[in-house]
């Protein structure tokens, strides 16, 4: 149920929020800046950030919300996602900007990648790099940080915009400078990152002219893996604060147990954690992240402090239908085959398009570290054709994956339809989820149900009724 909005000019992956955090925003962009180079998604290497130091318009108390004593108040059923008149406005108009921040940030971070061909910036990093050293790895060092730092400087007003959106509608509370250190830092494992892959990209191209797309397509995979099993160790705590679940809720972490013994899953107590977000967002949410040893279930405080166990423990069980339905494998899968194919189509464009306007770039060819922007630049407009795809499949997974919470919690908890139900609308009005979301944006950008399907999904599915079972956890 992780949901996050990623940068407006990512192309092709920008995603409906309907649970914003900055911070996970920050860490998802710096992995999705580094992926973007291998050619998953691609555009510009700027960060935004989502919080705010400014005041956050408040939303009216839900009637689902968790009381002061925890449990929840249940003044009446809920039958479907609605707002009152003024927290619809809102969350209409927000989704209107966010729709129009993700078109216009596409058109955006391509005008950007354009600017910095008609300026030939690349090839003057180029030729300070050669000048620098003849060894290609030295290179590298100079080349791709001076590149990608200006690609993210070009594209910091979009993200500060962006950022200065989320405050005035109450989503981010972060301040200025705290966004800022995170920019810093998550811009910072960019070019960590990204000068690795622009590397090895350039060692396979100029090894292999004909084969590099297939050849650094192999070498891609294994490090986009890597990058998810380390990411709970190193980078998840560079943006935020965890510690165990079991002393901040013991009631909460036996809940979770139980459920996830009923999953057939292996996450112990000692890998569930509370996560302070609340000092930068008033986003909801609770996810399982990491594989293998890194695997781990995190709660925020936002989402304990808004909503009860049984709430919260839906939610968690969304999250672990991923697993157990092995939509981690097959999403790779899936991905890796659109990854190839982006590459393909990059090998091919790249040389067209250098013979054309190449010389008057002053690029000397597609193994020159200044065609970088022209690999780019193709490779952003192709994930973002493709971005229908790949959002229907990943709203295919969501769904599955709010079927399993419902069935894995289905006996846990009384009434879980409703319960799920109340989370999804509690997660709304925090939010700001759209009740009535364009189809457009639906279509091009959700890669989650939109909370009224949601909502409703969880109040008329109900395989027990005439006694049968459900599709997943019998």
Not at 36 to 41: D, E, K, M, P, R
Not at 370 to 392: I, N, R
Request: charged residues 15%; neutral net charge; aromatic residues 14%.
């Amino acid at each position: 149920m992780q949901e996050v909005l990623l940068p407006s000019h990512c192309a092709g992956t920008v995603e409906d929020s309907e649970m914003v955090d900055s911070s996970t925003n920050v860490i998802k962009k710096a992995l999705a800046i580094a992926l973007g180079i291998i050619g998953l998604v691609v555009l510009t290497s700027a960060i935004s950030i989502a919080h705010s130091s400014t005041t956050p318009l408040r939303t009216q108390p839900s009637s689902y919300a968790v009381s002061p004593a925890g449990d929840t108040v249940e003044s009446r059923k809920l039958t479907a996602y609605t707002l009152p008149p003024d927290l619809y406005r809102k969350a209409h108009n927000l989704s209107k900007i966010r729709f129009r921040l993700a078109l216009i940030g596409f058109v955006y971070g391509l005008i950007v990648l354009w600017l910095v061909l008609r300026w030939k910036l690349a090839p003057r990093y180029r030729d300070w790099a050669e000048a620098f050293s003849r060894r290609r790895f030295l290179q590298s060092v100079i080349f791709a940080p001076l590149l990608l730092l200006t690609i993210a400087i070009l594209t910091l007003p979009l993200d500060i915009y962006s950022e200065w959106v989320e405050k005035q509608y109450g989503i981010s509370v972060q301040s200025w400078g705290s966004w800022n250190w995170d920019w810093s830092k998550a811009e910072f494992l960019s070019l960590v990152i990204g000068t690795i892959l622009v590397w090895l990209l350039y060692t396979v191209i100029r090894r292999s002219p004909r084969r590099w797309w297939f050849y650094f397509w192999l070498m891609a995979l294994p490090l986009g893996v890597f990058l998810f099993f380390i990411g709970p160790w190193v980078i998840d705590p560079m943006f935020h604060k965890f510690e165990s679940l079991q002393q901040k809720d013991p009631e909460l972490t036996a809940s979770l147990e139980r459920m996830v013994q009923r999953a057939g899953e292996n996450v112990p107590t000692k890998r569930m954690y509370w996560m302070g977000a609340g000092e930068k967002t008033t986003g909801l949410n609770a996810y399982v992240t990491g594989i293998g040893a890194s695997k781990r279930i995190v709660v925020w405080d936002n989402t304990i402090a808004k909503m009860n166990t049984s709430q919260i423990v839906f939610v968690v069980g969304h999250e672990m239908g991923h697993y157990v339905l092995q939509h981690i494998p097959k999403g790779l899968s899936f991905f890796a085959v659109l990854l190839l194919l982006f590459f393909y189509l990059g090998h091919r464009s790249i040389g067209c398009v250098l013979a054309h306007w190449g010389a008057s770039w002053a690029i000397r060819g597609p193994d020159d570290w200044a065609s970088l922007p022209v690999l780019l630049l193709s490779l952003s407009v192709f994930s973002f054709a493709a971005s229908p795809v790949a959002s229907a499949f990943s709203r295919h997974y969501e769904h599955q994956a709010d079927q399993y919470g419902l069935e894995v919690t289905h006996g846990l908890t009384p009434d879980s339809g409703q319960v799920a139900a109340q989370s999804f609308q509690i997660l709304g009005e925090v939010d700001l989820a759209d009740p009535d979301p364009n189809p457009v944006k639906v279509f091009l950008f959700y890669d989650h149900p939109s909370i009224p399907d949601r909502v409703r999904f969880c109040l008329t599915y109900n395989p027990w009724a005439g006694g049968g079972l459900g599709e997943f956890v019998k």
